[in-house]
């Protein structure tokens, strides 16, 4: 749904319907920091940036509200990956786990390189 900066965001809601006027953000709905949302923080959230940029079934996105200076609060995002059960220190490119068990990705050199050096051949 488009937020109302005009960035579309998989997280936004809003409920218009006779007359109702609920607007909420659905990655803080579980959130303590809930209750500080407002539609104005949408213009300065990375979260929009960052689906658009990776769309990882694996990686879960969790923000919070943080104070900036005395009134400025933005949205700070942390990433996790489901796959390696480590957080994801790039959002916006991801861990590239999930690469290693794409179809042709050793074909492609995108597999991880093995641990230890495959032994020579015995003659
Ligand atoms: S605060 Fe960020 S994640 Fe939440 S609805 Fe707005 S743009 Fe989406």
Same mark, same amino acid.
């Given at each position: 749904m488009r937020t109302p900066s005009g960035v579309e965001c998989d997280f936004y809601f809003t409920d218009y319907y006779r007359g109702r006027e609920w607007e909420e953000c659905r990655?803080?709905? *579980? /959130?303590?920091? *809930?209750?500080?949302?407002?539609?104005?923080?949408c213009a300065t959230c990375p979260v929009p940036a960052i689906r658009r940029a990776n769309r990882c079934p694996t990686m879960i996105l969790k923000a919070r509200i943080r104070r900036r200076w005395l009134f400025l609060r933005r #949205? =700070? #995002? =942390?990433?996790? %990956?489901?796959?390696? +059960?480590?957080? &994801?220190? =790039?959002?916006? &490119? +991801? %861990? +590239? *786990?999930c690469h290693e068990h794409r179809m042709g990705a050793k074909g492609l050199g995108l597999a991880q390189a093995p =641990? /230890?050096?495959?032994?020579?051949p015995s003659r």
């Open positions: 990655l803080l709905a *579980r /959130s303590p920091d *809930r209750a500080k949302w407002t539609p104005k923080l #949205v =700070e #995002v =942390e990433a996790y %990956c489901t796959l390696s +059960g480590q957080p &994801v220190a =790039e959002p916006m &490119v +991801g %861990c +590239g *786990r =641990e /230890s050096p495959p032994e020579p």
